[in-house]
């Protein structure tokens, strides 16, 4: 089955650049999107279709995907970017979950 | 606005059944693919399955599938999601979230509260 591996923790200073990858095999055939959720809260949609950002989603949100890596980038971090982020798509008619990314905002 | 309300939480003993709405709002419920993802504690999304609401045509991530049946109502804008021999690692909190482009592989924009499922003797 296709599988989307995320590393488990990235650390940022405020104000500095996030990266989190996502990697698959053949990535950067299929579309990948980004999902922000927050301690007790459902997932939000922050990137869709590799680089789009939805209505509402700060500028500082960006995605790209290419080869077998998918990255979100977070620029000019704030701390309310803390929150575990999952990347997704689909294969086979499957949907497919990453493993998950905390982001921590030191 | 879309909103999707979900039912509250359940305690649930091994090998019962559980049965989950979640009631749309906001838009043509029939329009839209309703899937339903999960998230034991702690750990990742999961997803299991959708619905065509219009057609209630359903497709079940192999894992799920049969101990996992996907209706809907349309009359009420509502779909379930029931789940049955449940386990203890069943224990999770339950979402239902659509795709508001039509497909039924694509993005989630909008999602459910959760429903937190305890399953323990």
């Known amino acids: 089955s296709y599988e989307l591996t995320q590393p488990p923790s990235v650390s940022v200073s405020p104000g500095q650049t996030a990266s989190i990858t996502c990697s698959g095999d053949k990535l950067g055939n299929k579309y990948a999107c980004w999902y922000q959720q927050k301690p007790g809260q459902s997932p939000v949609l922050v990137i869709y279709?590799?680089?789009k950002r939805p209505s509402g989603i700060p500028e500082r949100f960006s995605g790209s995907n290419s080869g077998n890596t998918a990255t979100l980038t977070i620029s000019g971090t704030q701390a309310m970017d803390e929150a575990d982020y999952y990347c997704?798509?689909?294969?086979?008619?499957?949907?497919?979950f990453g493993t998950g990314t905390k982001v921590t905002v030191l | 606005q879309v909103q999707l309300v979900q039912s509250g939480a359940e305690v649930k003993k091994p090998g019962a059944s559980l049965k989950v709405s979640c009631k749309a709002s906001g838009y043509t419920f029939t329009d839209y693919y309703m899937h339903w993802v999960r998230q034991a504690p702690g750990q990742g999304l999961e997803w299991m399955g959708w619905?065509?609401?219009?057609?209630?045509?359903?497709n079940y991530a192999q894992k799920f599938q049969g101990r996992v049946t996907m209706t809907r109502d349309t009359s009420i804008s509502t779909a379930y999601m029931e789940l049955s021999r449940l386990r203890s690692d069943d224990t999770a909190v339950y979402y239902c979230t659509i795709a508001a482009d039509g497909s039924y592989m694509s993005h989630f924009d909008y999602w459910g509260q959760g429903t937190l499922v305890t399953v323990s003797s």
């Open positions: 279709q590799d680089n």
């Open positions: 619905i065509n609401p219009n057609s209630g045509g359903t």
């Open positions: 997704q798509t689909w294969d086979s008619s499957t949907n497919v």
